[in-house]
């Protein structure tokens, strides 16, 4: 199609340059010029071609002129962008001096100033150089005020300024007029200065931003949401914030078990055991299995009911054994509690199982095997090797006994592993 077009395209033109050519053919034109006693005659066409090759010819002196000049400035910004490059490269590669230095001799050319700027500035932090980073980016922020104002308060944040670095970028998030990497330095700064009001507010501009990927985003709403929760000072507050949280952050793993263990600490045991409960019904989390093993108060032996009724579904999970085990300790269950700990323990070893293991030992007095289970917890919370405590008879214990047929979505049986 497009060589069609070309060719109607040429055809066009030589219609015209034909047509054009028996108009002017018909009648030249005439053109004098008379000046000091010099006088020209010649036809417009003539004239004008006259014109054309005047104006190509001193623009072509013009430029041979220019060129030694040219020269000059072209090779000042290649080298620019040559040191840009390797300034680039070396903040990468951590060889901070390097990068500072090839970034400031970058920043002679102006239109690299900025960027070259905000990398030297970014290097020198690095360094620990804060003070001298915030000199650079005074100087950045002539040319690329918001970017330098986002790394100023990153700067400040990193050299324990987070005061500093909110109170600079309130102004503009008040306006709503931050840019993505100001709302995620607004966020952590307002983590780092106790200010978990000024955090939540941040989630919601950083989500649509949609600066930081589903993972990061989940991350860094965890963390808002668990110092927010316990921020709280009482249970009247507690409930406040947690009934103004949006449905989908009420939902989320981290935030439950956060509020669970802040409200079973102001004793509100039956509000934390409804949300945990309500979470394991809709979806299945270690976490917050965990979290209904460990939080005190309540109604225990319902509570060991409930969950040895998980089993049925989950008969393998070594969190809801080791949870399990944890309430019959404190239900004083000795020969129960050793069964689940146990097989937890071969399922997935874990310091928590051998220090729930030890608390059974002891309940029944016997002393040396509790003091074996407290070592290998303690070696394993060190990342040490563990010496085994005796499990039952046969000196093994069977992690497939109760294993329960699986299937998929469609109602097939699936083999494990």
């Not at 699986?406 to 592993?417: K, M, N, T």
């Amino acid at each position: 199609m497009s060589l069609w077009r070309w060719i109607l395209l040429l055809a066009i033109v030589a219609a015209l340059a034909a047509f054009g050519w028996h108009w002017v053919a018909a009648d030249p034109g005439y053109v004098l010029v008379r000046l000091h006693g010099w006088r020209v005659e010649t036809t417009v066409v003539a004239a004008v071609v006259v014109l054309l090759v005047t104006w190509a010819g001193l623009t072509a002196a013009w430029r041979l002129l220019r060129w030694p000049f040219g020269a000059l400035s072209r090779r000042h910004r290649r080298l620019s962008r040559k040191r840009l490059a390797e300034g680039l490269v070396a903040l990468m590669e951590g060889r901070h001096g390097d990068a500072e230095r090839d970034l400031n001799r970058a920043s002679r050319l102006d239109a690299l100033r900025g960027v070259a700027l905000l990398a030297s500035a970014e290097a020198a932090s690095r360094r620990g150089e804060h003070g001298r980073a915030l000199e650079i980016l005074a100087e950045a922020s002539q040319a690329a005020p918001q970017a330098a104002r986002v790394l100023r308060a990153r700067v400040l944040r990193r050299d324990g300024k987070a005061g500093e670095a909110l109170a600079l970028l309130a102004p503009d998030a008040d306006k709503a007029a931050l840019p993505p990497g100001g709302w995620r330095e607004l966020t952590l700064s307002a983590l780092a200065a106790g200010d978990t009001r000024r955090a939540l507010a941040a989630l919601d501009p950083l989500q649509k931003s949609g600066a930081l990927g589903t993972r990061g985003y989940t991350a860094l709403e965890a963390r808002v949401l668990i110092a927010a929760i316990d921020a709280t000072p009482d249970g009247a507050a507690l409930n406040t914030l947690w009934s103004s949280l949006p449905k989908a952050r009420r939902r989320a793993p981290a935030a439950i078990d956060a509020y669970a263990r802040r409200a079973a600490g102001f004793g509100l045991v039956l509000p934390a055991m409804d949300e945990l409960e309500s979470a394991l019904r809709r979806e299945w989390s270690p976490e917050l299995v965990e979290a209904y093993g460990v939080l005190a108060g309540g109604d225990l032996d319902a509570r060991l009911r409930r969950a040895e009724g998980w089993l049925d579904q989950h008969p393998n999970d070594p969190v809801l054994l080791l949870a399990i085990g944890r309430i019959c300790v404190r239900c004083k269950l000795w020969g129960k509690a050793r069964q689940h700990l146990e097989r937890s323990l071969a399922l997935e070893p874990g310091a928590g199982a051998w220090e729930a293991l030890g608390d059974a030992w002891q309940g029944q007095g016997d002393a040396a095997q509790a003091q074996r289970c407290y070592r290998n917890a303690l070696a394993m919370a060190r990342g040490e090797a563990v010496r085994q405590a005796p499990g039952p008879a046969s000196g093994v214990i069977d992690t497939s006994a109760i294993a329960v047929e699986e299937r998929d979505q469609h109602g097939v049986p699936r083999l494990r592993g």
